[in-house]
Structures are given as C-alpha cells and as structure tokens.
T-cell receptor, first 112, second 115 residues
Framework: GEDVEQSLFLSVREGDSSVINCTYT??????LYWYKQEPGAGLQLLTY?????DMKQDQRLTVLLNKKDKHLSLRIADTQTGDSAIYFC????????????FGGGTRLMVKP | DAGVIQSPRHEVTEMGQEVTLRCKPI?????LFWYRQTMMRGLELLIY????????DSGMPEDRFSAKMPNASFSTLKIQPSEPRDSAVYFC?????????????FGEGSWLTVV
C-alpha cells in the first residue's frame, strides 16, 4: 500500500522557523495536506496543496512540494508556543478512491 | 457551523463491558470515517461509509468491533466485549465526496480507557 513518512519529533525555540518534513510514495497523489492536532483535540486541517503546485503560502505557513522527490514540507515562520502540537502529513489520490493516507505525525515542541 | 460531534468525550469502563461511541457528521456530508489513534500504532482507519453504506471495514481489528450508520446524521462504533488493549482515542470524521480537495473533517475524539 501507499506510505507516508514523517520524523517523530522536532524542537525549536520561540521565534525561530520550524520545518516539518514528509515523504510519500504514491506518484499519483492529487492533494497533499497538513493537519494539526493540539493536546486533547482532534485533527484540524491547516492547509493543503494541489499536486501541480510547488508552493503555497498562508500567513506564517509555507508549504513546499517537490513532486519529483515526493517530498512535502511545512514551514512555520516565527514559531510560537501555541504552535506546539502534532502535525500530520496526508495525501490522497484517485488510485486509492480519494482516501487520505496519513503519516505518523511529527510532534513539534516550542521552547520559550 | 457545527463540526463533527462525538460522544462521549471520555469514557472509562471495565474490561468485558460494552462500549458505544457516537458520531454526528457535518450536515450535508455523505462520507463518514472512524479512526483509532494510539501511541504505538498512530492513526488507523477502522471503517468508512459512503451514503450510509459501509464501503471498507478491513481496518476493524476484530469481531468485537462493529459500526453502523442508520441514517445520514448518525453513526455508532460498538466494542463488545471491551478489552484493555482497546484503550485509545477514537475519531469520527466526515466529508463530501466529489469535492475537488477530498478534505476530511475530524471530531474532537472519544477518549476510551478500558481497565
């Protein structure tokens, strides 16, 4: 089956930039997503990018997609303590009936 | 606009008891998903429904687990009998099929502890 991989943990200092990386195997992915899960809460959609785009920016968030390398990243500028959460990468493709395949999540810890 | 609503938010039960988790999807959404999240296994898709019909239940761990969707606005996930290894967060999610982005929306989860 298709696979989505993420590193488990990232620690940054408040005010620095965070970069969370994700790799996937499905070459027919149509959309890729970033979800955020705060402690005790569900997964909340942060942003998504269409597979024919290289970059998408939304305020402090920048998503970069390298389709050739099947690599997706989420950059958070000026990281705040409120950004501490688990970030999940996910992809969907027509091959999989448009189902989402999730990575294992990256826990971001922001130190004051 | 109300999101996906799950109940109970927290449940502690004894091994062997029946557990019923409930979900109300976002109005107008026609696909519903049940996920389970644990530290060891991460986020797992248990079952999903399209138009109230179960499409793929291959993620349901055992016969002790069952899910129903009697109408477009309600679904249940039942565990009978429950075991300590069922302790997890169970998420319900929904979406509208046929949209361009395929985005799914999650509820806040039901935190189950079986002792």
């Amino acid at each position: 089956g298709e696979d989505v991989e993420q590193s488990l943990f990232l620690s940054v200092r408040e005010g620095d930039s965070s970069v969370i990386n994700c790799t996937y195997t499905d070459s027919s992915s149509t959309y890729l997503y970033w979800y955020k899960q705060e402690p005790g809460a569900g997964l909340q959609l942060l942003t998504y990018i269409f597979s024919n785009m290289d970059m998408k920016q939304d305020q402090r968030l920048t998503v970069l997609l390298n389709k050739k390398d099947k690599h997706l990243s989420l950059r958070i500028a000026d990281t705040q303590t409120g950004d501490s959460a688990i970030y999940f990468c996910a992809e969907s493709s027509n091959n999989a009936g448009n189902m989402l395949t999730f990575g294992g999540g990256t826990r971001l810890m922001v130190k004051p | 606009d109300a999101g996906v609503i799950q109940s109970p938010r927290h449940e502690v039960t004894e091994m062997g008891q029946e557990v019923t988790l409930r979900c109300k999807p976002i109005s107008g959404h026609n696909s519903l998903f049940w996920y389970r999240q644990t530290m060891m296994r991460g986020l797992e898709l248990l079952i999903y429904f399209n138009n109230n019909v179960p499409i793929d239940d291959s993620g349901m761990p055992e016969d002790r687990f069952s899910a129903k969707m009697p109408n477009a606005s309600f679904s249940t996930l039942k565990i009978q009998p429950s075991e300590p290894r069922d302790s997890a967060v169970y998420f319900c999610a929904s979406r509208t099929t046929g949209t361009l982005t395929n985005t799914i929306y999650f509820g806040e989860g039901s935190w189950l502890t079986v002792v």
